[in-house]
């Protein structure tokens, strides 16, 4: 059974930091690119930051550059999105996916296994 398990959001102040993790099982986890996609209330879901098989990062919103970055660990099948310098647009609920691809996407189409989301939340 396929899983992707987003944790580590919440509430936190303006610049401030957090670290979401996508905990992933049920498929070949090295093998996919995985992104984070967020989706603010009353906007359309939107690609942030990829990484691929190659351990190489796409940035999708310029916004983010600079303030977030990706890793992942193909040992604990797991990823990674490290949020500094959080900005109340931030507020979103994140989701991670897979894509059986070997370049990234920003393209909510092209992944095939989604997370049920995690809410982070920028405010003072």
């Known amino acids: 059974q396929v899983q992707l398990v987003e944790s580590g959001g919440g509430l936190v102040q303006p610049g401030g930091s957090l670290r979401l993790s996508c905990a992933a099982s049920g498929f070949t986890f090295y093998y996919y690119s995985i992104g984070w996609f967020r989706q603010a209330p009353g906007k359309e879901r939107e690609g942030v930051l990829c990484?691929?098989?190659?351990?190489?990062?796409?940035y999708f919103v310029d916004s983010v550059k600079g303030r977030f970055t990706i890793s992942r660990d193909n040992a604990k099948n797991t990823v990674y999105l490290q949020m500094n310098s959080l900005k109340p647009e931030d507020t979103a609920v994140y989701y991670c996916?897979?894509?059986?691809?070997?370049?990234?996407?920003?393209?909510?189409?092209?992944?095939?296994?989604w997370g049920q989301g995690t809410q982070v939340t920028v405010s003072s």
């Open positions: 996916a897979a894509a059986n691809r070997q370049y990234c996407s920003g393209s909510s189409r092209d992944y095939t296994y």
């Open positions: 990484i691929n098989r190659s351990y190489d990062s796409t």
